[in-house]
């Protein structure tokens, strides 16, 4: 069982930055390999975000692209989410997700974006975006 605590969300204001963080713990490293960040706004669903795998290899939703970078440090488990120029729109609830038995992008790269892909999820951090 693999558990997993985000955090580094906060309050910030529109063209700001933040960098949120997901911990893994539990489980080997092939279950916490590939990796996204969902996010959820009040009254909607869950939506993804961005996702990488164990080769780095990575994707994005057009509206994160070019201004979210995802990374992790595979010796400390952590995957990043670095957020610049935050908009009102992305205000919401940011969570971490894994996918067992998983190496590489190729493997769900049509898939990536359903929540059904993953197995494991964090609590959540909260983002806040003002304009």
């Known amino acids: 069982q693999v558990q997993l605590v985000e955090s580094g969300g906060g309050s910030v204001q529109s063209g700001g930055s933040l960098r949120l963080s997901c911990v893994a713990s539990?489980?080997?490293?092939?279950?916490?390999?590939?990796v996204a960040w969902f996010r959820q706004a009040p009254g909607n669903r869950r939506e993804a975000v961005a996702t990488i795998d164990n080769y780095d290899d990575t994707e994005y939703v057009d509206d994160v692209k070019g201004r979210f970078l995802i990374s992790k440090d595979k010796a400390k488990r952590t995957v990043y989410l670095q957020m610049n120029s935050l908009k009102p729109g992305d205000t919401g609830r940011y969570f971490c997700?894994?996918?067992?038995?998983?190496?590489?992008?190729?493997?769900?790269?049509?898939?990536?974006?359903?929540?059904?892909?993953?197995?494991?999820w964090g609590p959540g951090t909260q983002v806040t975006v003002s304009s």
């Open positions: 997700t894994t996918r067992r038995y998983c190496y590489s992008l190729n493997d769900y790269s049509r898939v990536w974006d359903q929540e059904s892909t993953y197995d494991y």
């Open positions: 539990g489980g080997d490293s092939y279950s916490s390999s590939c």
